[in-house]
T-cell receptor, first 114, second 107 residues
């Protein structure tokens, strides 16, 4: 099946700094990618829909100025957590659709904010 | 978007067949039903997808009744490595995750 990668897989940062997470579709083009967040022992929560060449669509309750999403190409979407705080520590997962209706998930990025 | 309801957890033993049922009463006409498996600290992994009736692949079967208001994921002869959380998702493009079912396979 199609492959979605994320980088970095793990990041530790100080409170107040910004962190960028990359999501790439390796062998297919994705006009739409999705960003999720998962806290320990909880389900995945959809944060936003990343649309290539246009603004992202954020879910209710997700601050668009805090979680900046850029989808500049058909194979890359980035999520920037701005001015990160300890409560932003979580597992961030992206996904992308191929030409069909199958959604492929990345391996996730563990963010720890000290 | 259709909301899904699954059992929070299930226990099984190695070699048994496991059936996990998901309710999705508000499924829309163009929604597909997709099941994913997730291990701790990993992204969800695709298991199977269907629209109606029965779908089978090398790892699982998916049974969908005519009214499509529920679906059952069947895992034949589970092993310890099948211990994971299983999510039933309903939708066409954008998916909202429910609570999932934590399957615990015992030796």
């Amino acid at each position: 099946g199609a492959v979605v990668s994320q980088h970095p897989s793990r990041v530790i940062c100080k409170s107040g700094t910004s962190v960028k997470i990359e999501c790439r579709s390796l062998d297919f083009q994705a006009t739409t990618m999705f960003w999720y967040r998962q806290f320990p022992k909880q389900s995945l929560m959809l944060m936003a829909t990343s649309n290539e060449g246009s603004k992202a669509t954020y879910e209710q309750g997700v601050e668009k100025d805090k979680f900046l999403i850029n989808h500049a190409s058909l194979t890359l979407s980035t999520l920037t957590v701005t001015s990160a705080h300890p409560e932003d520590s979580s597992f961030y997962i992206c996904s992308a659709h191929d030409a069909g209706n199958e959604q492929f998930f990345g391996p996730g990025t563990r963010l720890t904010v000290l | 978007l259709a909301k899904t309801t699954q059992p929070i957890s299930m226990d099984s033993y190695e070699g048994q067949e496991v059936n996990i049922t998901c309710s999705h009463n508000n499924i829309a006409t163009n929604d597909y039903i997709t099941w994913y498996q997730q291990f701790p600290s990993q992204g969800p992994r695709f298991i199977i997808q269907g629209y109606k009736t029965k779908v089978t692949n090398e790892v699982a079967s998916l049974f969908i009744p005519a009214d499509r208001k529920s679906s059952t994921l069947s895992l034949p002869r589970v092993s310890l490595s099948d211990t994971a959380v299983y999510y039933c998702l309903v939708g066409f493009n954008k998916f909202y995750f429910g609570s999932g079912t934590k399957l615990n396979v015992k030796p």
